[in-house]
């Protein structure tokens, strides 16, 4: 009985290539999820037995993230028993050594159309009463060498031993000599790898792993190096296996990169600093390594934070007399590749230390003003100028931001503004903040999330080990809440084991999102204590929006508490956003639709615009206008909540017009600022649409504001009933008369037909975003977009899609020519002041390309 495959991918592109591998080899049932929630929702309802034949799942991240997975994958509905082989994508940080027991194999990403069917048919072997291998030998034969191709990030040179021919090399010799595999395919070693100070025969003969100097052959010369070599056996015959691995970080951008998420992964403090200079210091080959700070004390001699030296400790002069750290503390920045000898005359520091290469660069705190100074140099020179002067200032912003940081918290302890155990600002500190953050906001036009976290059964935790336990608990917390976060966004231990967050800059809700998955997951992760009782300790989140959800500090942080209870609600261990619920909207329907009938006159009321782009050119071609409700209370209404009330009561024909009105009057100041003609949306009810004097309302308002009828397009949904709205198709045929232009929206959730479409004037179809946001997810709603389009063109009838929110999506609707897009992609809903700068750094920008020379 074929009882079913289960393929676990994030990316579409990898779920395809698994399924396509498993369909070729004649597996009929394949469930295909993005996730372990996609596939609880594939699943549900199938009983445990029969088992799946098999689970494979893309690991993309660490070693806990593995082990996380593979256990929610047991505990889906035939899962528990079942052969799982893990697929190691590029970017993941765990080696084969590590991953968990119960993963019967592994491969690649690059052997997934070569070598997963037969994993596959080994894995069922094994399965079936064999000996079932660790994980750094899943499936291999004896002598078997591809799995150390994936380890780590290293290079694999394979070797005939009778001719020293190359036989094979890894991806990554591939990936990083820019060569193509068939350039090394054949050639002799000696060609291809040069040894320092001993013969290359020698090497071979011995193959005891052992390391020597070396250069690897690239497209761009050479890479230094080190290699060793063990023997192995390759398609029964004796072979010999050369690893290689760059020692310097400035000679290959991947590995500086590598080097600065590694120090920049890093807590604060002065642990992290000297981990961060020790990474700094061997990665990129360095002699010398220092960090000063600047005192803040009015004394003339800086403070020295950090300093590596690979000699013999000189007799090293005073900081005074050091010039090129006086220059670098007064604000310049030096940077000397290999020809720093020319500053010995005039530094008694490189005099002593014979530097080629030579590097000083100030730190800054955030308001620009000099805090410090960060001094490298090497005695062979530094690398690549486009990589080395990157990682040097990358480096120097990490050791000014830890700096800055040790300096506040000083300042805050002295003043009762920090927690003593966290060493995190205390609720007085973050309320100030909060407050300094919604005035920049509010200047700005920007948007920031607050999440106000709560550990789940905290209170056993002290009443069971004693308090010392949960203040270790509190400080591991901390950790791991501070490492899930970016540098600009704050955390703070708001009261006993509550903790905010303030999430800044944020363009689009997923932003946010993607955090609180991500400390979810980091605090699922199992914590010991100091006498090496294991704990498991979870969070619940709430989050709330500024300014959707409301405007001012003590506002924002009752409605994430009120959202954080709701994730106690739904089980812990969790977060949920705050909301205006539908069942409090029902409750209270009565004194909603009291307060919405004064919301207008109170000046609650605003609208935001989001704009729609070419999809070829991503240019601003138009704006929608959307109303929002921000009630003094209760915040930000959803429009799924007040528009029904306002529909019920009569309000939204008032409401309706002071839109319109109000977004006519706002376009039209944009037209003469900007000249850019850009169409402006704007919603119709279905109660507007059987309003008898609707046109006479959108003619008075087109005079009053100026705005070019032309200008104006009436969006209304497909939902709409042209028999429930008996003047629909007049009053839209006037309006078109007038200039106006005619958009369908939420095209393909109601019940449209092609007459529908034929009998309306309608110059435009919106697609509705719960068929684009399923691009990359469901071929049924990709097939459905692709439709919409070809037959909206075939009409003569422009179309947009909705719900925009990842390249991907972009991409699928380029190939496919839909005319225009909308989606937090490219913006979310902006107020007035904050699209106003949108549109003139739009202006900046051509400005700009117009001067420029052909």
């Not at 200047?443 to 203040?471: P, Q, S, W």
């Not at 024909?653 to 850019?676: D, F, H, N, P």
């Amino acid at each position: 009985m074929n009882s079913g495959i289960l393929v676990v991918a994030a990316e579409r592109e990898l779920r395809r290539r698994l399924f396509d591998a498993l369909d070729q080899a004649g597996y009929p049932q394949i469930h295909s999820a993005r996730d372990v929630a996609h596939a609880a929702i594939l699943l549900e309802g199938r009983p445990p037995h029969p088992p799946l034949q098999l689970m494979v799942m893309v690991l993309s991240g660490d070693e806990r993230q593995a082990q996380s997975c593979l256990e929610q994958l047991r505990r889906l509905p035939g899962g528990a028993d079942t052969p799982l082989i893990a697929v190691l994508a590029e970017g993941a940080t765990l080696n084969p050594a590590e991953l968990p027991s119960g993963i019967a194999d592994w491969l690649s990403t690059a052997q997934i159309d070569t070598e997963l069917v037969a994993r596959w048919r080994r894995a069922q072997r094994s399965h079936a009463g064999q000996p079932k291998p660790g994980p750094a030998e899943a499936g291999h034969e004896p002598g078997d060498y591809h799995y150390v191709f994936e380890e780590a990030d290293s290079e694999w040179l394979i070797v005939d031993a009778q001719t020293n021919r190359l036989l094979e090399v890894s991806p990554t010799v591939v990936r990083h000599s820019r060569l193509h595999a068939s350039q090394w395919e054949g050639q002799p070693l000696a060609q291809v790898l040069r040894f320092e100070g001993i013969s290359i025969t020698q090497v071979l003969a011995d193959a005891n792993r052992s390391w020597y100097p070396c250069q690897r052959k690239s497209a761009q010369g050479a890479d230094v190096g080190q290699a060793s070599v063990r023997r192995i056996r390759h398609a029964g015959n004796d072979a010999l296996a050369l690893m290689f691995r760059s020692d310097r970080a400035d000679l290959r951008a991947e590995a500086a990169l590598t080097l600065l998420s590694r120090i920049f992964a890093s807590t604060s403090g002065v642990d992290a600093q000297i981990a961060a200079g020790r990474l700094l210091f061997d990665e990129l080959g360095l002699d010398y390594l220092a960090v000063w700070s600047a005192r803040h004390d009015g004394a003339d001699a800086p403070l020295q934070m950090l300093q590596l030296w690979s000699g013999d400790d000189p007799a090293w002069p005073p900081a005074q007399l050091q010039s090129s750290l006086q220059l670098v503390l007064g604000g310049k920045k030096l940077f000397y590749r290999t020809d720093a000898k020319r500053l010995a005359a005039v530094d008694p520091l490189l005099q002593q230390l014979e530097l080629a290469g030579f590097a000083g660069l100030p730190l800054y705190d955030e308001r620009h003003t000099i805090i410090g100074a960060m001094l490298a140099g090497t005695r062979k020179g530094f690398g690549e100028v486009g990589i080395i002067e990157p990682v040097l200032r990358c480096a120097a912003a990490r050791f000014a931001q830890v700096l800055e940081l040790g300096r506040t918290r000083e300042q805050g302890r002295a003043e009762g503004l920090v927690d003593a155990l966290t060493g995190l600002p205390n609720r007085l500190l973050f309320n100030d903040r909060l407050d300094t953050i919604i005035r920049e906001a509010t200047r700005n036009g920007e948007c920031f999330a607050v999440l106000f976290v709560d550990l789940d059964r905290f209170k056993a935790i002290n009443d069971t080990y004693g308090h010392d336990a949960g203040d270790q608990v509190l400080r591991v917390v901390t950790q791991r809440l501070c490492s899930s976060i970016r540098a600009s966004d704050t955390v703070a231990r708001y009261a006993g084991d509550e903790f905010t967050i303030v999430l800044r800059h944020i363009v689009k809700n997923d932003d946010v999102l993607r955090v609180a998955e991500k400390i979810v997951q980091v605090m699922e992760t199992p914590l010991c204590l100091d006498d090496g009782t294991e704990l498991q300790v979870t969070a619940s989140m709430g989050l709330s929006f500024f300014p959707d959800d409301a405007g001012d500090a003590q506002t924002l942080l009752k409605h994430a508490d009120e959202a954080m209870y709701s994730a106690k609600h739904h089980g812990r261990n969790n977060f949920q956003m705050y909301e205006v619920s539908p069942e409090y909207a029902k409750e209270h329907g009565m004194a909603l639709k009291s307060r919405l009938r004064h919301a207008e006159g109170n000046g609650e009321l605003r609208v935001v615009y989001q704009p729609q782009v070419n999809t070829e050119t991503e240019d601003i071609v138009g704006m929608e206008a959307l109303v929002r409700w921000e009630h003094p209370e209760l915040g930000l209404i959803s429009p799924a909540v007040f528009i029904p009330l306002a529909e019920e009561t009569g309000l939204i024909v008032s409401i309706g017009e002071w839109v319109m009105r109000t977004a006519c009057r706002q376009a039209k100041e944009w037209e003469q600022r900007y000249g850019l003609r850009l169409r402006l949306g704007v919603n119709l009810s279905a109660v507007q649409l059987m309003e008898p004097n609707l046109l006479e309302t959108v003619a008075s308002v087109l005079r009053d504001t100026g705005l070019d009828p032309t200008l104006l397009e009436m969006e209304i949904t497909e939902s709409i009933s042209i028999k429930a709205a008996p003047n629909l198709v007049e009053n839209l045929n006037a309006m078109h008369r007038l200039g106006c232009h005619i958009a369908i929206d939420d095209f393909g959730t109601g019940a449209a037909s092609l007459d529908y479409l034929r009998r309306l004037p309608a110059d435009r179809i919106k697609i509705d975003q719960s068929f684009v946001r399923n691009i990359g997810v469901d071929p049924d709603d990709e097939a459905i977009v692709r439709a919409t389009i070809e037959m909206a063109h075939r009409l003569k009838r422009a179309v947009v899609a909705e719900g925009v929110e990842i390249e991907q999506h972009m991409q699928f609707l380029r190939t496919h020519h839909c005319d225009e897009l909308q989606g937090y992609l490219f913006c979310r809903p902006l107020q007035p002041v904050s699209f106003d700068k949108l549109l003139a750094e739009r202006q900046r920008l051509l400005d700009v390309r117009e001067t420029m020379p052909a």
